[in-house]
């Protein structure tokens, strides 16, 4: 049973930064990717990042590619979040995420995701 437990969330000005942490756990990761997830209050989840276990190959939505940074850590399995110059629009609740690789999609969809974490608030504040 995969388990996802994301903790780091909190309140900070615009400007600021703020580190999520994702904690894996129930299996091997190897042939996984992860990924954090969001969703302000009336919006549909949206994709933020996602990162390939085996590979650290990346990718970010343009909305965060360039402020938001997304690593893993092997012998912790974790997965961490760096979100810096946060903004207002930024506000929501942080989810991570884990699906099979897949080759073949760009894995950016919530419903490629079968397994998330119970999601974290980040409040940014102008």
């Known amino acids: 049973q995969v388990q996802l437990v994301e903790s780091g969330g909190g309140l900070v000005q615009a400007g600021g930064s703020l580190r999520l942490s994702c904690a894996a756990s129930g299996r091997p990761f190897s042939d996984y990717v992860l990924g954090w997830f969001r969703q302000a209050p009336g919006k549909e989840r949206e994709f933020v990042a996602h990162?390939?276990?085996?590979?650290?190959?990346?990718d970010y939505a343009n909305t965060v590619r360039g402020r938001f940074s997304i690593s893993r850590d092997s012998t912790k399995n974790t997965i961490d979040l760096q979100m810096n110059s946060l903004q207002p629009e930024d506000t929501a609740v942080y989810s991570c995420?884990?699906?099979?690789?897949?080759?073949?999609?760009?894995?950016?969809?919530?419903?490629?995701?079968?397994?998330w974490g119970q999601g974290t608030q980040v409040t940014v504040s102008s």
């Open positions: 995420a884990a699906a099979v690789y897949n080759p073949f999609t760009p894995q950016t969809r919530p419903a490629e995701y079968p397994y």
């Open positions: 990162i390939r276990w085996t590979s650290g190959s990346t």
